[in-house]
């Protein structure tokens, strides 16, 4: 697979622990089936699709742009669904998370 897939099946990694993250704060502690269920079948699916782009990305850059890009769809899910609005020193803290996330992908080199 190449470079493109490989980011492309990244996104969708994204979208599912974003996913997952939501439906596990719906779980309320795994005490409802349906988000229950949804969270584990989103988390199955993220790991998969992570472990495909693990094929052709290090696995040190794939986990740091899952992690970095998960935690800033996770703060926007969690603005619009719940209404967790961060504060300064957070969104200062997501930016260089963004930072990092770009750093580490468009100027990092590992083999």
Do not use: E
């Not at 439906?23 to 409802?32: E, I, N, P, S, V």
């Not at 209404?83 to 083999?111: C, E, H, R, S």
């Amino acid at each position: 697979m190449g470079n493109i897939t490989a980011y492309i099946i990244l996104i969708v990694a994204v979208v599912l622990g974003t996913a997952a993250n939501g439906f596990a704060k719906g779980a309320q502690g795994f005490t409802l089936l349906i988000p229950s269920v949804l969270t584990a079948i989103t988390i199955v699916g993220c790991m998969y699709t992570l472990s495909l782009v693990m094929k052709t990305i290090p696995v040190g850059i794939t986990y740091a742009s899952f992690a970095g890009l998960c935690i800033i769809a996770t703060t926007i899910v969690g603005m619009y669904k719940f209404n967790q609005i961060p504060d300064f020193y957070t969104t200062i803290g997501l930016a260089l998370i963004i930072a990092g996330v770009l750093i580490v992908n468009l100027l990092g080199k590992a083999n």
